[in-house]
């Protein structure tokens, strides 16, 4: 019962109209999230896309930082025995979030101050429309550790220009969030006083959208660049036609 009301007090979901909006409220950890807390995060990402009512889902986080990774504290108690455990315990929370992320019916738009970092980053990342504040700053730190970040690395992988990713990962480097727009895995950013209501603004275009649409595009653009240039033509009439004569 009690890690329920920590999960819930660390993640909170408002139903906003049709904006699903989800707040990491954890600031005296750096937003910091235990792989519980991912996988509560993960299912309520789920649970809104599949709300016929919900047209966007809202990520955003209180605090000087959006999110500074995942949380040590939240290890499992025994260790993991053998690989097949350790993939199990320790990277399926973290690659459920991005499937929740990718297979969410609607679009996700996260909203970046501060330092995102590690899991943060690729959180950021993998997001479908990512806003940050010209003074955010991004970093993939695991190889510090000797930790190789495949798992941020595959949020990144459909996201991100290659030598930018390659560059974070080898260099440790934070980059400004101007830098993180150019490698492709932020869309928009603005000045830090501007940034949430910037972010109001884009929410209320995407709202005023209806849902089969904004599904239409979500689905074409997570598809259409698996496929070669012929076929992907083809899915765009072909998702366009559904889209017309069901009007």
């Known amino acids: 019962m009690q890690r329920e009301t920590d999960m819930e007090d660390a993640l909170k979901l408002e139903?906003?109209?049709?904006?699903?909006?989800l707040?990491?409220?954890?600031?005296?950890?750096?937003?910091?999230?235990?792989?519980?807390?991912?996988?509560?995060?993960?299912?309520?990402?789920?649970?809104?896309?599949?709300?016929?009512?919900?047209?966007?889902?809202s990520l955003s986080s209180v605090g000087d930082d959006?999110?500074?990774?995942?949380?040590?504290?939240?290890?499992?108690?025994?260790a993991p025995k053998n690989a097949v455990e350790m993939?199990?315990?320790?990277?399926?929370?973290?690659?459920?979030?991005?499937?929740?992320v990718r297979g969410a019916e609607i679009p996700v738009v996260a909203t970046i101050q501060g330092r995102a970092a590690g899991f943060?980053?690729?959180?950021?990342?993998v997001c479908d429309v990512t806003i940050a504040a010209d003074d955010a700053r991004f970093s993939l730190p695991e190889m510090k550790h000797n930790l190789p970040p495949t798992a941020?690395?595959?949020?990144?992988?459909?996201?991100?220009?290659?030598?930018?990713?390659?560059?974070?990962?080898?260099?440790?480097?934070?980059?400004?969030?101007?830098?993180?727009?150019?490698?492709?895995?932020?869309?928009?950013v603005v000045p830090a006083g501007e940034l949430y209501d910037r972010?109001?603004?884009?929410?209320?275009?995407?709202?005023?959208?209806?849902?089969?649409?904004?599904?239409?595009?979500k689905?074409?653009?997570?598809?259409?660049r698996l496929m070669e240039t012929p076929q992907a033509s083809d899915y765009a009439a072909n998702l366009l036609a559904l889209v017309m004569s069901s009007k």
């Open 15 to 21: 139903h906003d109209g049709d904006i699903a909006r």
């Open 23 to 57: 707040t990491i409220d954890r600031p005296e950890k750096g937003n910091m999230l235990t792989l519980e807390m991912l996988d509560y995060l993960s299912a309520l990402i789920i649970d809104a896309g599949c709300d016929p009512v919900i047209k966007v889902i």
């Open 66 to 78: 959006f999110c500074l990774g995942r949380d040590p504290d939240g290890a499992p108690e025994t």
């Open 87 to 100: 993939r199990e315990a320790l990277t399926a929370p973290i690659l459920g979030f991005y499937e929740a």
């Open 120 to 125: 943060g980053c690729a959180a950021a990342a």
């Open 152 to 188: 941020a690395i595959s949020a990144h992988i459909d996201r991100s220009m290659p030598k930018s990713v390659a560059w974070m990962v080898y260099s440790t480097d934070e980059i400004d969030a101007g830098t993180a727009r150019d490698a492709g895995f932020v869309s928009h």
């Open 199 to 217: 972010t109001h603004d884009v929410l209320a275009t995407i709202t005023s959208r209806n849902r089969t649409s904004l599904e239409t595009c």
């Open 219 to 224: 689905t074409y653009l997570a598809n259409a």
